[in-house]
């Protein structure tokens, strides 16, 4: 069924108009519209009905978008504006979104459009339940008798209030706006007597991040002493901000303020549900039950919600949070008194069955709380479906602490998640023997790391538009063939990939250990060594091949990497140390890692290409892609993922995805690689839409040291496309 769309077009072609309703219905809208040409009659139909979104041309003749999108603003409505251009550069579509349009779309490229909508619909209904949640927080702020506030002290050592309720009026005897701009206000406050326990007290709670929790005296600047007492919880950021997220009571009824802490140390804010900490105190109780009565029995079920992450994304926070207390009241529903469900994570919650006859009374438990969960929800306005994954452990004699009954619950869950959504399974000890497999694979990785067991293959990266290559020399091919030397392409550098020599287990490519090594943190030490070996390699060759060069190598780095505090001083040293300079080098990124943090992720790209070292976005295409984003980030080049290219049929859809991306690189002045190159036709499918460069085994498998430095010492360094290079 159609999507209902309100479209306000600012539009002087009636036949542009209805290319743009045509590709809304395309992408799934039904559009009531209206286009209007002038200032006036854009005041009108503002001031007249309600529109979801603004489309608006550049220029018009007698009105453009800049002043279309003014009236917008001023008109005080919230209605995303979305630039729809033929004719518009990339410098006034930049200024038009920070003036503040949310996105443009080439004429040419109306396909987009509907993705684009949607999108800043979605980041719209956010919007506004942004501003719903901070109105209901006031209102609930009111009602408590104290203060709510986030404080933040950031790494540099300065402290701000980011947030502070009204109740500061009564407490402090100062208004949010001063608080806001004046953080020390409520510092000088403190009794001279309390400073040095209240600081010292904040000082723990930032380096060992647990609750922050303190009484002390203040004076207000009417001269009233006052008794306090804060309670917060405290969270690290990626950047190194410590935020502090609590509450500021008069504690005059200091039984009342008492049993407020209490409850909040072991209850979660959002469900009001037991957290982990009553949790383990109940578990601990059922373990020692079950040691001295013979007839007592109790199980735990892991839940962990599928999918929640969906639909925090697409339906917001406040929806995924209404969600969350939603399904603790379900889950409460199928339990006893005697019962236990608490929440101890995002999305996971634990049930305590106690005293249950048989292993059969779980499970049906089990599958009617899944039966339960099979009916659809509603969260704003919308049907939605949830499932669960759940794990079930019986507890016995055998266990004596909580955490090995949560850690086999959390096992069985898993299983249940990777073998079949919104399903169940039991614990068996087959399951823990392989989550000692997986931490014996960990404890490999380090080993390796200690042993230097790990090794770099080089493979070969070709301009593919360029066919042209000395008479004298001969492409590198194992055929020998004059088709051969008609496609021969030059190397213009190499890819960096790690691959594993085990001691035992032989030769491990990258598949089967890179996802343990980033769980686990250690790809950090990995691409260190990584990011070290290649750069001293390609000094040595640059120096024994000077005529070859400039050739350029490529390293991938990790989303453990970009949230390195040291990553520059790493890198800075390194280069130091080889000699190398930062132009020999590209740094490929997923794409994926990039919107996360987006303003510390642009400063960091820029410290890098300050160093000359280029910025490769990788495997684009697959992630989330968002011209909000891409064309503020400093980067050089998109690398097409391979799922496209090994998949390309001309005209198919990933045909038509690599032909806009190439597109859209040349528009933003980006160059192209594509990955997976594996045949003659789509290496030309490739060249005949402007892709510069690629790699893939059509040319060449990833080399190993020795061959790739057999490739240098050829006197031509032109690869063949009839075949790929062998390689150990």
Not at 81 to 109: C, P, Q, R
Not at 128 to 138: D, F, I, P, T
Request: proline share 3%.
């Amino acid at each position: 069924m159609s999507e209902l769309l309100n479209v306000l077009m600012v539009e002087d072609s009636e036949t542009d108009a209805m290319l743009i309703i045509r590709e809304l219905r395309r992408g799934g809208f039904n559009p009531i519209w209206q286009r209007v040409q002038t200032a006036e009659e854009l005041h009108t139909a503002l001031n007249s009905s309600t529109w979801d979104v603004i489309i608006s041309d550049y220029r018009l003749p007698d009105f453009n978008a800049p002043m279309a999108l003014e009236i917008a603003q001023q008109s005080q409505k919230d209605i995303p504006f979305i630039l729809v251009s033929g004719t518009i550069g990339e410098v006034s579509a930049v200024e038009m979104m920070k003036a503040g349009a949310h996105d443009y779309v080439m004429k040419d490229n109306l396909n987009r459009l509907p993705v684009a909508v949607r999108r800043e619909l979605r980041d719209a209904q956010v919007r506004v339940e942004r501003k719903q949640a901070q109105n209901l927080l006031q209102t609930l702020a009111s009602n408590i008798p104290g203060m709510i506030y986030s404080f933040v002290h950031h790494f540099n050592g300065s402290v701000i209030f980011e947030y502070i309720s009204l109740g500061c009026l009564d407490l402090l005897e100062l208004t949010p706006d001063q608080i806001l701009e004046n953080a020390s206000l409520c510092f000088e406050q403190i009794h001279f007597d309390d400073q040095a326990g209240c600081y010292l007290a904040a000082k723990e709670s930032a380096q060992s991040l647990k609750p922050f929790s303190y009484e002390w005296r203040l004076v207000t600047p009417s001269g009233k002493l006052k008794w306090v007492q804060a309670s917060a919880r405290s969270e690290s950021q990626e950047n190194g901000d410590i935020v502090w997220h609590g509450v500021l009571l008069d504690v005059s009824d200091r039984k009342h303020a008492q049993e407020l802490i209490t409850h909040n140390a072991l209850h979660d804010p959002l469900t009001d549900l037991p957290n982990r900490t009553l949790l383990v105190e109940r578990l601990e109780l059922a373990i020692n039950r079950a040691k001295r009565a013979q007839t007592y029995r109790y199980a735990v079920l892991f839940l962990d919600l599928d999918r929640f992450k969906v639909i925090n994304d697409s339906l917001g926070h406040l929806a995924g949070d209404q969600l969350l207390k939603t399904i603790a009241q379900k889950l409460k529903a199928h339990l006893r008194e005697v019962d236990l469900v608490a929440r101890i994570g995002g999305d996971e919650f634990v049930i305590l069955l106690e005293d249950i006859s048989t292993l059969e009374k779980a499970i049906q438990i089990t599958e009617r709380i899944l039966t339960d969960f099979e009916t659809p929800l509603i969260l704003n306005d919308s049907e939605v479906v949830i499932s669960t994954s759940i794990g079930i452990v019986l507890g016995t004699k055998d266990y004596s602490q909580a955490s090995d009954l949560l850690r086999d619950a959390d096992i069985a869950m898993y299983r249940a998640k990777a073998e079949e959504r919104n399903s169940y399974k039991v614990f068996d000890i087959k399951m823990h023997t392989q989550a000692v497999k997986r931490l014996t694979l960990e404890t490999d990785i380090r080993k390796a790391l200690e042993r230097e067991e790990f090794v770099i293959y080089y493979q070969p990266i070709i301009d593919i538009l360029s066919d042209a290559y000395d008479e004298q020399s001969q492409p590198i091919c194992q055929a020998s063939c004059r088709e051969a030397e008609l496609q021969a392409y030059r190397l213009i550098g190499f890819e960096a990939l790690v691959r594993w020599q085990h001691p035992t287990r032989g030769f491990i490519l990258p598949e089967q250990f890179i996802s343990v090594a980033e769980e686990t943190g250690l790809i950090v030490q990995i691409d260190r060594w990584m990011f070290s070996s290649a750069c001293q390699q390609m000094a040595n060759w640059k120096t024994k091949f000077a005529n070859h060069f400039p050739l350029k190598i490529s390293i991938n780095l990790s989303a453990q990497d970009i949230r390195q505090a040291n990553l520059i001083e790493n890198i800075d040293k390194t280069l130091a140390q080889t000699g190398l300079q930062g132009d020999f080098i590209a740094l490929e990124i997923t794409e994926s890692m990039l919107i996360h943090n987006i303003s510390k992720t642009i400063d960091l790209l820029t410290q890098l290409k300050a160093r000359k070292i280029q910025i490769t976005i990788d495997d684009f295409g697959s992630g989330y892609s968002s011209l909000n984003y891409l064309h503020r980030l400093p980067a050089d080049n998109l690398k097409i993922d391979r799922s496209f290219v090994s998949q390309m049929q001309e005209g198919n859809r990933n045909y038509q995805v690599v032909s806009t991306i190439i597109a859209l690189s040349n528009q933003l002045e980006l160059a192209v690689v594509a990955e997976g190159i594996e045949t003659p036709e789509q290496l030309q499918w490739l060249q005949q839409l402007g892709c510069e460069f690629g790699q893939g085994y059509l040319f060449s498998k990833p080399l190993s040291y020795e061959t790739a430095e057999a490739l240098l010492a050829s006197k031509s360094l032109y690869l063949s496309a009839c075949g790929p290079i062998s390689s150990p």
